[in-house]
């Protein structure tokens, strides 16, 4: 099947600090792609929905202003998460979707803000 | 509401024992219905899906059936190896919400020798 690669696969940074984390689509275009947060014994909750070229839609009660996403191309989306506090410690999972085909999971990005 | 409710884990089983994890769900529409695995630092892959009621999806062994009377898509798998070990979710997906998925919480699964 399709790869998608996060990186960082785990990343700590101090708290206050911003930290970007990356999502590609390595072997086809992704005209949309998702951010996923999964906390401890939960479930995936979508973040926000990505097209590219075009601005993110954030699903209810996340807030845009400290989770930056940018999807400049057809393989790549950054989640940059902002003046980071341990409240946003957690493992975020990215996936992406060629039009209207199955959607592709990455592997996660485990986030630990001290 | 969209809703996935998934057995809570962990589960533990020896090698060959049978598997069920259950999983059962609410929709405002008329869904799609996943299970995905996860092994250990890898991302969420599909596993097996089924589009319609009595729809059975089947993959390495799992079988999971659509049942729309019962709103559920339990997993199953006769005869279960170590390498199945990994984290089951399952899930939906309605059209008229943008393909959004669902995800229940995972199931852990652990088969020893």
């Given amino acids: 099947g399709a790869v998608v690669s996060q990186h960082p696969s785990r990343v700590i940074c101090k708290s206050g600090t911003s930290v970007k984390i990356e999502c590609r689509s390595l072997d086809f275009q992704a005209t949309t792609m998702f951010w996923y947060r999964q906390f401890p014994k939960k479930s995936l909750m979508l973040m926000a929905t990505s097209n590219e070229g075009s601005k993110a839609t954030y699903e209810q009660g996340v807030e845009k202003d400290k ?3 940018n999807h400049a191309s057809l393989t790549l989306s950054t989640l940059t998460v902002t003046s980071a506090h341990p409240e946003d410690s957690s493992f975020y999972i990215c996936s992406a979707r060629q039009d209207r ?3 592709y999971f990455g592997p996660g990005t485990r986030l630990t803000v001290t | 509401g969209n809703s996935v409710t998934q057995m809570e884990g962990p589960v533990t089983l020896s090698e060959e024992a049978f598997l069920t994890i259950n999983c059962t769900y609410t ?3 008329y869904p799609s219905l996943f299970w995905y695995v996860q092994y250990p630092g890898e991302g969420l892959q599909l596993l097996l899906k089924a589009t319609k009621a009595d729809d059975k999806g089947s993959n390495k062994g799992f079988e999971a059936t659509y049942r729309k009377e019962t709103t559920s898509f339990h997993l199953e798998k006769g005869s279960v190896q170590v390498s199945d070990s990994a984290v089951y979710f399952c899930a939906l997906r309605v059209q008229n919400t943008g393909n959004q998925f669902y995800f229940g919480t ?3 699964l652990t088969v020893i020798p």
């Fill in chain 1, 67 to 69: 989770f930056l996403i």
């Fill in chain 1, 101 to 103: 085909y199955e959607q």
């Fill in chain 2, 27 to 29: 929709a405002t529409g």
């Fill in chain 2, 106 to 108: 995972g199931t852990s």
